[in-house]
């Protein structure tokens, strides 16, 4: 069987027998720590709402963060919330500095393998950048996401949010950040991966 398939069963079985259903714990910057607007309002507590009160959404998300520093992050919080499923919403400003892809492809797959080894479903959110960096960066760093998904057999949630961009309203003044008006085209996109698993 399918590891992923194999994961999924051994958390079915699980969450049958949770009266509270499950946890889902969010790792991620400043897309779903909600900067520049009021995190009530953003996708993560939007998604909350969406799976209703069984299920509890953890926001352990820190705008500017990386990947490096969620790895460091990480074994804390899967300690105090013993999350069924972790997304994993980080790469973004590791790109934004231009850091090395070797190391953050390297630090994401140390984050999936610590969701896996506490019993948590890891799913990876694809993430992009502007083409400032040039054509080559840009490309190898999107890449990132579907070779982590690809080698370590993760649930991926691509990177669907492009029309954000250049749709009136969504962004910014910074030319980075969603607006609160963006969040339900957030959600959204993330909802189709997630609410089969923790709805099943």
């Known amino acids: 069987m399918h590891t992923t398939l194999k994961r999924l069963c051994c958390l079915f079985i699980l969450l049958g027998a949770n009266t509270y259903g499950s946890t889902l714990l969010v790792l991620g910057d400043s897309l779903s720590a909600g900067y520049g607007i009021d995190p009530e309002n953003g996708w993560v507590n939007l998604l909350q709402d969406d799976l209703g009160d069984d299920h509890k959404v953890v926001n352990g998300s820190i705008s500017g963060d990386t990947t490096g520093g969620g790895l460091a992050r990480l074994p804390l919080l899967l300690e105090k919330f013993q999350p069924d ?57 999107a890449a990132v996401y579907d070779q982590l998904a690809d080698e370590t057999d993760t649930l991926l949630i691509p990177f669907q949010l492009e029309d954000l961009a250049i749709t009136e309203g969504m962004i910014q003044q910074d030319g980075l950040h969603p607006t609160e008006k963006a969040q339900l085209a957030i959600k959204a996109v993330v909802a189709q991966i997630i609410k089969p698993l923790v709805q099943p």
């Open 85 to 141: 499923f972790v997304i994993l919403e980080l790469g973004g400003n590791d790109g934004l500095r231009g850091q090395p892809l070797k190391l953050m492809k390297q630090n994401l797959a140390a984050m999936i393998a610590l969701c896996t080894e506490a019993n948590a479903l890891p799913v990876l959110f694809g993430m992009r950048i502007p083409p400032n960096y040039g054509r080559r960066y840009t490309m190898a760093f």
